[in-house]
T-cell receptor
């Protein structure tokens, strides 16, 4: 069982919808990450939060809007997505952004854009 | 710009074989290197993490080595089992930005 919980597991939405992905961890980690993974490709970093503040934005389009309301929770708000945004979205956490401790991943949300 | 490559891209072996997966990176200024496995449609499971000052790490049948100067890491799996079938990913953590950059992955199939 993963210690990073992502909901929902699957999401199908139209291009005009607004939805949110949720990620939760209770390991006391202060760094949290969003990755995007296309089929048969490695994960690509989207955002990094450190102590609930956005630390890295990998030039992600504004239709993806991250939010970290507290140290245990990370959201990804979605609006006006394109079909090419269909992918597996993975959340991860680590003790600190700068630590030598491993990243822990959730099982992901599989997103399909119609 | 850091680039991470894994060879081979796919591997099929009979059960019981010992095998080696390779990971190469272009910039030796890394903070650490982590090996993961990913089952189809699932997230990533951390296997081993090697800090930049370390040469190897072991966990059960897994042994990972790191040669920073040559930009290489290997994951050795002893006595492979069908349950080891998965995609194996290495990821290097950049020393300046602390970002993880993932390799292209090796899809392993262990035949019973």
């Amino acid at each position: 069982d993963t210690e990073v919980t992502q909901t929902p597991k699957h999401l199908v939405m139209g291009m005009t919808n607004k939805k949110s992905l949720k990620c939760e961890q209770h390991m006391g980690h202060r760094a949290m990450y969003w990755y995007k993974q296309k089929a048969k490709k490695p994960p690509e970093l989207m955002f990094v939060y450190s102590y609930e503040k956005l630390s890295i934005n990998e030039s992600v389009p504004s239709r993806f809007s991250p939010e970290c309301p507290n140290s245990s929770l990370l959201n990804l708000h979605l609006h006006a997505l394109q079909p090419e945004d269909s992918a597996l979205y993975l959340c991860a956490s680590s003790l600190l952004k700068e630590s030598n401790q491993p990243q822990h991943f959730g099982d992901g949300t599989r997103l399909s854009i119609l | 710009k850091q680039e991470v490559t894994q060879i081979p891209a796919a591997l099929s072996v009979p059960e019981g074989e010992n095998l080696v997966l390779n990971c190469s990176f272009t910039d030796s200024a890394i903070y650490n290197l982590q090996w993961f496995r990913q089952d189809p449609g699932k997230g990533l499971t951390s296997l081993l993490l090697i800090q930049s000052s370390q040469r190897e790490q072991t966990s059960g049948r897994l042994n990972a080595s790191l040669d920073k100067s040559s930009g290489r890491s290997t994951l050795y799996i002893a006595a492979s089992q069908p349950g080891d079938s998965a995609t194996y990913l290495c990821a290097v953590r950049d020393g300046g930005t602390y970002k993880y950059i993932f390799g292209t992955g090796t899809r392993l199939k262990v035949l019973a």
